[in-house]
């Protein structure tokens, strides 16, 4: 797995979602207090593997190699991976951050996924990703369209299964805290979806305003601070 690891002595691990890759952090981490190790996931979890416990269970092997508890970070479907690994082995976790997670309903995007048509994909789906578009720069869509093309099986895979998956099917089995750190414009993993699970489970929530699904990306000083006030 590519990992960079930035030391300190808090430890804060940063996972990925499924396309995107360690630079939608980069922003947000380096505004983390010195007093936080900080490790990135720098690939997509279409390129580590191709189910949510595949995926976890290697997760878990490099926080075996951490001798201390960590904060998990996750967004999109990199969430419900989080959640997943602190019900696995609640004793590697202290706390868990959540954004625009899976497990709260289905997701239905307007694309076809297929290796031919990756440019086309990536552009589509940044676009819905990002409230505002100014975000969406060819950049970050030559990066999403590389992980398109050379994850297709994986992310056809990881698609069908993050429609299936069910935080409520996990969330009971969680015992340390759980915070939201939500974008209101989110369409992907719409808010008003999430809410009621939330109240059940006494998950804090904090809303990041003009905002997707990938507030890290957006608003990366609303979303560091949101952090630093939980750690």
């Known amino acids: 797995m590519n990992l960079s690891t930035y030391e300190n002595t808090n430890t804060l691990f940063f996972v990925s979602g499924m396309f995107a890759g360690g630079w939608i952090w980069d922003e947000t981490y380096k505004q983390i207090p010195t007093a936080a190790r900080c490790h990135i996931m720098q690939d997509p979890l279409c390129k580590i593997?191709?189910?949510?416990?595949?995926?976890?269970?290697?997760?878990?092997?490099?926080?075996n190699n951490i001798d201390q508890p960590v904060t998990l970070i996750g967004n999109s479907l990199g969430s419900f991976v989080?959640?997943?690994?602190?019900?696995?082995?609640?004793?590697?976790?202290?706390r868990v951050i959540i954004s625009g997670s899976a497990g709260?309903?289905?997701?239905?995007l307007p694309i076809r996924i297929s290796p031919h048509?990756?440019?086309?994909?990536?552009?589509?789906?940044?676009?819905?990703?990002?409230?505002?578009?100014?975000?969406?720069?060819?950049?970050?869509?030559?990066?999403?369209a590389e992980s398109f093309a050379k994850n297709c099986?994986?992310?056809?895979r990881l698609m069908r299964e993050s429609n299936a998956l069910k935080a409520a099917d996990i969330l009971?089995?969680?015992?340390?805290?759980?915070?939201?750190?939500?974008?209101?414009?989110?369409?992907?993993?719409?808010?008003?979806?999430?809410?009621?699970?939330?109240?059940?489970?006494?998950?804090?929530?904090?809303?990041i305003?003009?905002?997707?699904?990938?507030?890290?990306?957006?608003?990366?000083?609303?979303?560091?601070?949101?952090?630093?006030?939980?750690?």
């Open 49 to 63: 593997g191709s189910s949510v416990n595949e995926i976890s269970e290697k997760i878990i092997g490099e926080l």
């Open 82 to 94: 989080c959640m997943n690994i602190a019900s696995l082995v609640p004793e590697k976790v202290s």
């Open 104 to 108: 709260f309903g289905e997701v239905t």
């Open 117 to 144: 048509n990756a440019d086309e994909v990536a552009k589509l789906l940044v676009e819905l990703i990002c409230f505002d578009q100014s975000k969406v720069t060819e950049a970050v869509i030559s990066k999403t």
């Open 153 to 156: 099986r994986n992310i056809a």
């Open 172 to 207: 009971p089995n969680i015992k340390c805290p759980i915070y939201a750190f939500w974008g209101r414009d989110d369409v992907i993993t719409p808010l008003s979806s999430t809410l009621e699970l939330f109240k059940h489970f006494n998950i804090q929530l904090n809303i």
């Open 209 to 231: 305003n003009q905002c997707g699904h990938s507030p890290m990306y957006e608003k990366p000083n609303e979303f560091s601070a949101l952090i630093k006030s939980c750690i």
